[in-house]
């Protein structure tokens, strides 16, 4: 039976193995603090989780949509409006199945096999694998600690800038916790341009911002419909990653390419997703304020105990996430975070994982109350004592 290069060549997701590993110890009564996966613990806010309950009782919501509905729409457009003082066309957006499946077809719209996307690395592992399933090739330019995790695009050869049809920029940062400025993303456009190149920004997480100038949107900058697009999620800033709701928003012929290509794969999101998207984009926003103010107080506690246990940690300005250097050498991360998670119940996931320049590097998911945070750098203090 034959089995595609891709398949053949593809790895298990870290994610999945940890878990795989978590299941087997907890079913041996270790008590597990899972800093692994970004899915966060908050509930949503009562009201979205209300009108959902509603719109599971009417039978017309189990059809097909085909379709964003014009109260989504409008719902869109005035949350970007109000959050970052950027005008929205129905003919600039679309929703998807989250950002992570709007990356895993999003280049079958903008790349034939063999073309080539910039993406830098370390990064979420979709940003390369989605060119890769498009038969497309991708040149990671290292995003390096001294350049603040920023791309340097100076440093991109010319013959890759001149050829590559796309580039992909993810601020704030999942695994790194970076934010990127305005003077960046200038840069960003001017470069798009000069090259005649398509950006793909990964908004995810401009809601959860800690230090600094609150998160902003691509689409702000002068130019950057013009030469691309952001992916927008409402899975962080409203605790619904299970429901998978996300945006595409920009560049209308990119838009509308991305929307003709997926009347042939689906149906739109339902309309229970669409009930929660409006009801959380339209109804009060503590949940998003609350939401940032934990995790800021989860990463303060969790790098002040480490701190307190020996593991001088930098604090991470934003996301969900942490990212610290490994306070030992003498292990590859693969082999540090399996044997912490043996040895103390605290999972964290391997920066190497993140592809090239990971390696050396940790990412911990600020998932548990400060109580448990506090815990588990209390329980990694004891095994770094130990090694």
Known sequence: MYISKLASSTGANILQVLEVKRVELAALGMDIINLSVGTPDRPPAEHV?????????????????????????????????????????PQEMLSIYGSQEGFAHIFHALCDPGDLVIAGTPGYPIFFYGPQMAGAKVYRTPLLVENGFLIDFDSIPSEIAKSARVIVVCYPSNPLGVTANRDFYERLVTFAKKNDIIVIHDNAYSELVHDGPAGGSFLTIPGAKDVGIEFN??????NLTGLRISFVLGNKQIIEAFRKMRTNIDYGLSALDHAAAIAALTGPQDIVLENRAAYKQRRDAFCTALSKNGWEVPKTPATMFTWFPMPVKNKSGEQFCMDLLEKTGVICVPGSSFGEGGEGWLRFALTQTPERLEEAANRIGRYLSCI
């Open 49 to 89: 989780m209300q009108v959902i309950s509603r719109a599971c009782e009417n039978p017309q919501n189990y059809k097909y949509t085909l379709i964003d509905p014009p109260a989504l729409i409008c719902a869109v457009q005035d949350w970007y409006k109000t959050r970052y003082d950027v005008d929205l066309t």
């Open 233 to 238: 999620s409402l899975s962080k800033s409203y």
